[in-house]
């Protein structure tokens, strides 16, 4: 693979109501030293959120109305697109892509950006610590969106994830464009992790001491994972046809209704 050694990093990240951490994530995404930019996509907060990513220095890009992940993240590289050629800036070639809830944490996302640097991988993906919600309890879920995401890799390219669903990545100008369009909403990781492994490329994934906020098994909670099984599953049937990935949910009632309804026909 060839090294992107000397190549600019532009740190992109997605944000929606984020104004307690937005600003904290900036900076310390900012302060790693490979990164040039930071931009940050406030995708129809009703909070402060833009206006606390601009003081803390990040060029902020605003949604009136909330677009979800994918489609914040492709107006980030958009825009960072249209200001290296105002600006007349050599290209960034490396994307970090972070979530806008790291907060301090943001600064040990280093060991993500060197190997795509080096040219080991062209995405790099992290794994993250056992994850505690803010009232200090462990995060929710029973797995089935870990393991459906799983699964569904495997089947569709042979990469066995650690972290299917981990927003913290890495990745080269070059593997963001094959992976584009992204996947729709959280399906986005999927999407991104079978493309680039469909398309010849290396993927890592790489232990990183990140921390965000954790979801947890209340009903706010429970409506998360619903949307995240939801787009995960279109990611992975817009890529070919599921078996092992969804058997374990067409037998759960809970979700066999919207597995059927998203079947390609």
Do not use: W
């Not at 677009?67 to 970090?96: F, H, M, T, Y």
């Not at 462990?138 to 089947?155: N, S």
């Not at 994830?161 to 992976?179: K, M, N, Y």
Request: charged residues 20%; contains cysteine.
């Amino acid at each position: 693979m060839t090294s992107t050694s000397g190549s600019r990093v532009a740190c992109v990240i997605p944000a929606k109501n984020e104004e307690e951490r937005i600003a904290a994530t900036v900076k310390a995404a900012a302060g790693l030293p490979q990164v040039a930019t930071v931009i940050v996509i406030d995708d129809g907060s009703t909070d402060a959120t833009a206006q606390h990513a601009t003081a803390a220095g990040a060029i902020v890009v605003s949604h009136d109305r909330n677009r979800g992940k994918a489609a914040a993240i492709e107006s980030g590289v958009n825009a960072l697109g249209v200001l290296e050629q105002r600006d007349r800036e050599p290209e960034a070639g490396v994307i970090l892509l972070l979530d806008a809830d790291l907060a301090d944490s943001a600064a040990a996302a280093g060991p993500l950006i060197d190997p795509v640097i080096a040219g080991e991988a062209a995405l790099t993906i992290g794994v993250l610590p056992e994850q505690t919600t803010v009232e200090g309890e462990p995060a929710g879920g029973h797995g089935v969106v870990v393991t459906t995401a799983r699964k569904g890799i495997a089947e569709l390219c042979g990469f066995r994830a650690r972290a299917p669903l981990s927003g913290q990545r890495c990745l080269t100008r070059r593997a963001f464009e094959l992976a584009s369009p992204l996947a729709a909403g959280f399906g986005i990781e999927v999407g991104m992790t079978i493309d680039v492994v469909r398309a010849g490329l290396t993927v890592q994934e790489i232990d990183v001491d990140l921390y965000h906020r954790a979801t947890g098994n209340d009903l706010a909670g429970q409506l998360h994972r619903a949307r995240q099984l939801r787009d995960v599953t279109r990611a992975l049937t817009s890529r070919g046809l599921i078996k092992s990935a969804t058997g374990e949910l067409r037998a759960n009632p809970t979700v066999s209704g919207f597995l059927q309804r998203l079947r390609p026909r």
